[in-house]
């Protein structure tokens, strides 16, 4: 009886938060081109704001694919989505979706963005030639945190491709990129 009212409480408060996120203004819901692009010149702002280091990365970077608003939730059985654009010396060249499916236990909902920062030519090419770009297949990857990216110079930069994690909320353990697909977007 008691592990069936858990239960019952837990899966109350993770479709609580999802309501709740949903209903927050701002969320990736098939934004036009103009809607998106103003997200993400906020998502870039704040993270340059929070994450100095970010911005020399950006400096650098080939391209900078953001997603200034993605959305995950899941009582076993998960998901999530978002929409953004990738921007190639200030301007838009392109519309991005992410999604990702997941099982396992999880319960909970949480609202993010990140920015993928493509440091080469190869893996800016490999984007553009996919039909569906997934992280952690292609390109080499390094995700990092907010006190990694504070301590990256212009000499620890080695890799293809950085992603940082920004703005985020809500109630869900543990933060991963693999399995997430992009794919481009007709905007």
């Known amino acids: 009886m008691l ?6 409480g837990v899966l109350a408060i993770a479709f609580a938060m999802t309501i709740d996120l949903a209903m927050t203004p701002g969320l990736a819901r098939g934004g036009s081109g103009a809607e998106i692009d103003r997200d993400v010149d906020g998502a870039l702002a704040s993270m340059y704001t929070a994450v100095p280091n970010s911005r020399q990365l950006g400096s650098q970077a080939k391209g900078v694919l953001v997603f200034p608003s993605i959305v995950k939730a899941g009582f076993l059985f998960g998901a999530q989505y978002g929409e953004g654009a990738l921007r190639q010396r200030g301007k838009t060249v392109g519309y991005y979706s992410t999604a990702a499916a997941s099982y396992g236990l999880q319960a909970g909902a949480q609202k993010f963005g990140y920015a993928l920062f493509f ?3 190869s893996a800016i090419s490999y984007l553009n030639s996919s039909g569906g770009f997934e992280l952690g297949v292609g390109p080499s990857i390094v995700v990092l945190d907010q006190g990694k990216a504070r301590a990256l110079t212009s ?3 080695q890799n293809d ?9 809500g109630l869900m353990a543990g933060m991963g990129l693999q399995g997430s697909k992009i794919s481009r977007m007709d905007r």
């Open 3 to 8: 592990k069936m009212r858990l239960r019952a």
């Open 119 to 121: 440091m080469s030519d």
């Open 155 to 157: 000499t620890t930069m």
């Open 161 to 169: 491709i950085y992603a940082i994690f920004f703005d985020q909320r």
